[in-house]
C-alpha cells in the first residue's frame, strides 16, 4: 500500500513524455483521416499535381531550406555561448533577412532598408525579452 503513494521521477526521461504522448495522439488522429477520408486521398492526385505545378517552387524550397537551416545552425552556434541565447539571436537575423528578401519581388534600396531594420530589430527585442523578462534561456 505504501508503494501506492509514492511517485519517483526519472529526470533523465521524464521530459521525454509529453512529446511522445502528443506524438501518439497526433498519429492515432492522423490515421483515423487517412482511414475515414480515403477515396478522397486517393483522387487527390491532379489537385496536387496541378497545385505543384503553380505555385513558386523558388519561395517555397527556398523559404524550407532557410528554416531548415535556421532550425539546424541555432543549437551548434548556441553552444558557443552557452545559456546566453546568442545562438538564436545570430541565427534569427540572418533568418529574417533571408526570408524577407527571398519574398520580396523587387529589391531596391529603399525597400531593403526596412526589412534590414525589422531583422535587426525584431530578433534583438524577441531575445531581450525572453532572456531579461521572463528569464528563460533561448537556445
Known amino acids: 500500500m505504501g508503494s501506492l503513494t509514492k511517485v519517483t521521477i526519472d529526470f533523465e526521461t521524464s521530459h521525454l513524455i509529453f512529446p511522445t504522448l502528443i506524438?501518439?495522439?497526433?498519429?492515432l488522429l492522423g490515421?483515423?483521416?487517412v482511414i475515414r477520408r480515403r477515396h478522397e486521398i486517393a483522387g487527390a492526385g491532379t489537385f496536387w499535381r496541378d497545385t505543384f505545378a503553380r505555385m513558386d517552387?523558388?519561395?517555397?524550397?527556398?523559404a524550407l531550406g532557410l528554416?531548415?537551416?535556421y532550425f539546424s545552425?541555432?543549437?551548434p552556434v548556441g553552444s558557443i555561448w552557452p545559456?546566453?541565447?546568442?545562438?538564436?539571436?545570430i541565427c534569427s537575423i540572418p533568418y529574417v533577412l533571408l526570408t524577407g528578401l527571398l519574398f520580396m519581388h523587387d529589391r531596391p534600396f529603399r525597400d531593403?532598408?526596412?526589412l534590414v531594420i525589422v531583422a535587426l530589430v525584431a530578433p534583438t527585442l524577441v531575445w531581450w525579452l525572453f532572456t531579461d523578462l521572463f528569464f528563460l534561456t533561448l537556445p
Do not use: Y
Request: no cysteine; proline share 3%.
Open 67 to 69: 528554416t531548415l537551416i
Open 57 to 62: 517552387k523558388l519561395r517555397f524550397f527556398g
Open 31 to 33: 490515421l483515423a483521416i
Open 23 to 27: 506524438a501518439i495522439v497526433l498519429g
Open 112 to 114: 531593403v532598408l526596412p
Open 73 to 75: 545552425a541555432m543549437v
Open 83 to 89: 545559456n546566453t541565447g546568442l545562438g538564436f539571436l
